[in-house]
């Protein structure tokens, strides 16, 4: 019986890291009952399709440790910076920071990394622009996203979105929409161009925001199952503005 307990106590705990990694990625909805209702089989033909790399398995013992004591985790990051106040420790610091929403600890680490050669760092930038608009900092948002708008993937990120959110939130409608634009690409960007289209109705432009939010929920129906899941919320939303403000689905006047 002692065999069987602690076989069964493994198993639960497979369970529990297999379904852990699969709602990090997002793709709980193809895994779950495969994984609950399958134990071992089922956690085993899930590490084998998604666990590919040696990335992956580190990303998923970092994030259990961060789960089961994120002060622990800290704390040896902050004796790191300590000892050795590098680049990479002192944005590793600021990302355990970021991800347990001590913004201000963050921005005051992120600030004084963007120095001599790292001072166009992408990564750190985008996590800046993250922590100042969790603060509604939206000056400095303005002033630093430029530096890396230019950027390959920016009109995809979340950096764009709070830099657009920010210049409205300023009054510079203009530059804010210019910025909307650029994102509003079919098939992707789906949290973004639902915030063009509230931008839009607070203009009162009606039917440029019909267009938008019919936009996202037409192609939700050709969506595979992993996308639409990613992309369910913002379409939900959409739909509810369409009927909240009379938007006629389907058409844009």
């Given amino acids: 019986m002692g065999y069987f307990y602690q076989y ?3 198993i639960l705990i497979l ?44 990303n ?45 600890k963050a921005i005051a680490l992120y600030e004084p990394a963007l120095t001599g050669v790292f001072n166009e760092s992408e990564d750190v930038i985008h996590n800046l622009i993250k922590a100042y608009h969790q603060m509604g900092r939206y ?6 996203a430029p530096r890396i708008a230019s950027t390959y993937g920016f ?4 950096a764009n979105l709070s830099y657009a959110i920010a210049l409205a939130e300023k009054g510079k409608y203009d530059e804010a929409e210019n910025e909307y634009k650029k994102m509003n690409l079919r098939f992707v960007n789906y949290e973004s161009r639902f915030y063009y289209g509230d931008f839009l109705l607070l203009r009162n432009r009606k ?3 019909a267009e938008i939010f019919n936009s996202i929920i037409e192609e939700g129906q050709h969506l595979t199952g992993h996308e639409k899941s990613e992309a369910k919320i913002w379409i939900d939303k959409a739909r509810q503005e369409v009927y909240r403000n009379n938007l006629n689905f389907g058409k844009t006047s």
Wanted: net charge positive.
């Fill in 8 to 10: 069964y106590y493994l």
């Fill in 15 to 58: 369970q529990g890291l297999c379904l852990f990694h699969s709602f990090k990625k997002g793709t709980q909805n193809k895994w779950l009952w495969i994984i609950a209702f399958i134990p071992l089989v089922g956690c085993l033909i899930y590490l084998y399709s998604e666990v590919i790399n040696k990335n992956d398995i580190t």
């Fill in 60 to 104: 998923l013992q970092t994030g259990v440790a961060s789960i089961v004591n994120p002060g622990g985790r800290i704390k040896d990051l902050e004796a790191r910076f300590k000892f050795s106040e590098t680049f990479t420790n002192r944005v590793a610091l600021a990302n355990a920071y970021l991800e347990n929403k001590m913004y201000e």
């Fill in 139 to 144: 000056d400095d948002i303005i002033r630093i």
């Fill in 155 to 158: 009109a995809r990120s979340k």
């Fill in 207 to 209: 039917p440029e925001a």
